[in-house]
């Protein structure tokens, strides 16, 4: 599993996520910081990433175009970047599970 973190998530913990996620990377990172929701799916679907955000921006596209890819919807409110990086870390199996099955489009952590 490779994640995209989405602008909104600081580039700094990419490193300290490479070796649970490897190929991870932010939409910075990649060139994409000015590209609108739909340029970043579109990325994200093509390079096989899995889309890590804290806003509900991309429900609407997984809800009009399907999954891939799969989104990681952080509801953690205004936290810092351990946290957020705690939160990734310690739910790597739990995604995994979760991406395990077809059905599943967005796994929400807290």
């Not at 929701?37 to 990433?49: R, S």
């Amino acid at each position: 599993m490779k994640l995209l973190l989405d602008e909104n998530l600081s580039r700094r913990i990419v490193p300290r996520l490479q070796e649970s996620y490897p190929g991870t990377s932010q939409v910075s990172l990649l060139g994409l910081e000015q590209a609108d929701d739909q340029a970043i799916w579109a990325f994200a679907k093509l390079h096989g990433y899995l889309i890590v955000t804290k806003d509900d921006d991309f429900q609407g596209l997984l809800a009009l175009a399907g999954h891939p890819p799969r989104v990681i919807q952080l509801l953690m409110g205004n936290c810092n970047n351990q946290q957020v990086l705690a939160v990734l870390l310690e739910n790597n199996a739990k995604i995994a599970a979760a991406f395990a099955d077809p059905e599943v489009g967005v796994v929400y952590l807290y």
